[in-house]
Every structure is written in C-alpha cells, then in structure tokens.
C-alpha cells in the first residue's frame, strides 16, 4: 500500500498516483494534462463526494448503471448477507440460491415467451452471446450460411470484436475495421433523420420498410438483427417510435430472422417501462441486460432466450452445447444486488413514481428545451437529451468541467448533452440540475 503524504491533499495524491497506474477508459490520458482526474472517495443517493468534500450530482448514473443511488441501504444489506454466505462459486456443475431465484423472477417479469438465462458480466460479452446463440442455433438447423448480422445505423453494442462488428459509430470502429466481421445497417428510425414535415411515426414505419427490403433479399444468409430498443444510447440518445419495434418483430418472422434486442441501456425502468419492449409489447428472442441490472453496484449481464432457442442446443452431444463460459458467470454477489433491485422495483413502485418525477423535470425544463443554444430537446422515461449549438470542438470537455463547477457531472456525447439520473433524485435535485444546466449552456 502507498504511503499518503499528509503535507499533499488527497486529491492531489490521488490524481497523480491514478495517472502513474491506471489507465482510464474511453479516454485519451494525455488530456488529464489539462482537465484533472476528479477524485471520488464516497457516495450517497445521487450524490458524489471527491477527496476536498466537494459534492457533484450524478446526472449520469455513473455511465447508466446506478438505479436508486450510491450505497442504497436495501442493497448494502443484500450484499453484506450474501457475503456471510457465499461469495461465488464455478457455475458449470454447481448452482446457488440467487442465480436461481434471480433467473426465475426474469422470466416473470420479462416479455413473454422468454425463459432460460445466460450470465456474464457485462453489456459486450452479453451481446457476444447472442450472436453466438444465434449463429450456432442456425448451425443446429442445418442452415450453417445464416451466419451475417444486420444492426441499425449509429447503433452501439459494445467493444469487443463481435459487438463492435454490429456497431456504427465510426471512432469506435475505425481503428480496429480490419478485425470485424461485416456487417449491414440499415436507416435508423431516430426522429431526428425525418423529413421535414414527417412524423416520428410515419419515419420509423419508413426505416422499417427498409428493414424489410433488406431481408426480402438476404434473410437466407442472415442470423439476427440486433438493436437498441426505443434509444440508440452512444450516438447521442436518439429516440424513435415504438411503431419499429412492432414492424420489426413482424418482419424478422417472416423472414426466420433472429431478433435481438440490447437493452443493456435501457433496461429497468429507463425508458419509462420495465423493458423497452414493452412498448411495443413484443418479445425479441434474445434479450441483453446489464448496467442497471445489479442496480449499478457489481458487473452483471444476462441473455435471456426462447425455450425454441434452448432446445435445440439441448442434446447427448457435448459439441451441440452452448460451450460459452465467463469465470464469474452467474456470480452470487451479483445476483444477490440484483434480487435486491428488482425487491426496490417491486416494494416502490417505482415505475409510477419515475412518471411523477418525469413529469416534473420537463415541466421545470421548458426554459432549457426554449434556450437559443439546444436544439431537439427530447425525453423517453427517465432519459432526456438535447443538442447544443455550437462550433467548438472541444465542447464536451468544457462541459464537464463547467458541470462541475455547478455541482453537475454532465458528460455530453459530443455536442448532445443529456440527463440520465438515478431514480432517486428529488425534486430540489432536479431543480440544481435544470439550473445548473441553464448556467452552464450561459457560459459556455
């Protein structure tokens, strides 16, 4: 362990010595030359505390992972017990309590007609499980040449190399294009590519007709299609109409195409329904879920699929298994806070309460949607965004460092800023946010 030097401030020490060891994510470290490292030693609800005592509101849930604030109480006593009792064991020929309860209280919650869970231990690797799935249950079939994927325009699945094959988000991409597999994407149904004149309803029934005019001619030679339900996340929160989804559904049936759908964002309640399907009332035949799933606390995924899907890897011969595996696949700890969060679920109602609190954010952030410098202001459940105008390149930095200074941690997706907070957050908080997003958008 290092030595703390008393004469220097914690934030001081910390910084540095995270510089000399760690290296950060999604991040190019030689900009800390300029913006500091921000030293966080606690939480509590929304709230981050760093090393000077300094508070900041998480307006992004930590990358969207936090559902009812840091060291929820419920959940830290969820954890504390299961520690007392097993912490994680091999889930290839052992089980635990958790894992089991977890995986049955999925399958009553979730879109119907889904049932067997596959856990890992983040959003990436739960996608690169569908795939698989999906490959090798055609494989099972006897079609081995539906082995191509088809993903929406600006969608984000991950970054290992199967999610970032189905990914169009070009600086993620690039760099590593001679790794991928191809892959096909088609229009996205964002609202924002509309004509003029065009409803969000009438543009995603359009991007849907192109869906099927892809399939029409490749659905032979095609496993699944794979997208982000209602939100595509990465690119800036763009929103589009449920009406997709339905067309979607309908048009990967026709075609013996697989659905998957990556909720690892929008899963929980994000949306404004327990699972963005739901709008639409269908059921994908993958589903991934992560971030809120543990309800922020410990890295946990899971695919869920069709009995159809299970089936027919369920033979004598060990080789038609699903021969996947992660080392904390299903871990105890984790399953234990995520039966935790779908307990806050289920005891507050918080479905109910969210549409309140949504209510009331847009109500207050009519001057914010009416600044000179944002463009399409826009919300879907306990998601809001917006563009900013402005010619800076380096905007997104001086956000976040402008944020701060109002108590924020605002971190924009290029020139889109948007709110994303734990489901927690009061009405005096939402008030700090709004204003403190006014101020900055002032100032900048």
Request: hydrophobic share 40%.
């Amino acid at each position: 362990m290092s030595i703390i030097n008393s004469s220097i401030p914690l934030s001081s020490q910390l910084q540095q010595r995270s510089l000399e060891a760690v290296w950060h994510p999604c991040t190019q470290m030689k900009q800390h030359e300029t913006y500091p490292l921000v030293p966080i030693v606690s939480g509590k609800g929304v709230w981050l505390y760093d090393a000077a005592g300094k508070r900041y509101l998480d307006a992004i849930s930590s990358w969207w992972v936090n559902l009812f604030g840091h060291a929820n109480p419920y959940i830290n006593a969820a954890i504390h017990d299961q520690l007392e009792q097993i912490e994680h064991v091999m889930l290839a020929g052992f089980t635990h309590e958790p894992v089991v309860l977890l995986s049955e209280r999925l399958k009553k919650i979730a879109p119907g007609g889904l049932g067997h869970c596959f856990y890992a231990s983040d959003g990436a690797s739960a996608v690169e499980i569908a795939l698989k799935m999906s490959f090798h249950y055609w494989l099972l079939c006897g079609q081995p040449q539906k082995n191509n994927f088809v993903s929406l325009q600006n969608d984000y699945h991950g970054e290992t190399l199967g999610a970032l094959s189905v990914t169009d988000i070009a600086i993620f991409r690039e760099t590593y294009a001679p790794l991928l597999r191809p892959c096909t994407h088609v229009p996205t149904p964002d609202w924002r590519y509309a004509e003029t004149g065009e409803s969000p309803e009438d543009y995603a029934i359009r991007a849907a007709a192109a869906l099927e005019r892809y399939l029409t001619e490749n659905h032979t030679r095609t496993a699944a299609f794979i997208l982000e339900p209602l939100v595509q996340g990465a690119t800036g929160m763009g929103m589009y109409h449920p009406i997709y989804l339905q067309r979607a559904r309908e048009i990967c049936t026709r075609y013996q195409v697989h659905l998957i759908a990556d909720e690892i964002a929008v899963g929980f309640g994000r949306t404004g329904m327990l699972f963005a399907c739901n709008h639409a009332d269908i059921t994908p035949d993958f589903l991934c879920l992560s971030k809120g799933l543990s309800g922020g606390y410990l890295p946990l995924s899971v695919v869920m699929t069709t009995d159809k899907v299970f089936q027919a890897f369920y033979d004598d011969k060990t080789a038609h298994a699903f021969l996947h595996s992660h080392s904390h696949t299903g871990n105890a700890l984790a399953c234990r806070a995520a039966l935790a969060t779908l307990d806050i679920f289920e005891h507050d109602h918080v479905i109910e309460a969210n549409k309140i609190k949504a209510a009331y954010l847009n109500k207050i952030a009519a001057p914010l949607a009416d600044h000179p410098k944002a463009r399409n202001f826009r919300n879907c459940g306990m998601i809001w965004a917006f563009e900013v105008e402005t010619d800076d390149h380096d905007f997104a930095a001086k956000c976040f460092q402008a944020g701060l200074k109002q108590q924020l941690v605002l971190r924009p997706l290029g020139k889109t800023v948007y709110f994303m907070p734990p489901y927690v957050i009061n009405e005096p908080e939402i008030n700090l946010l709004i204003n403190g997003t006014r101020h900055v958008l002032d100032t900048l």
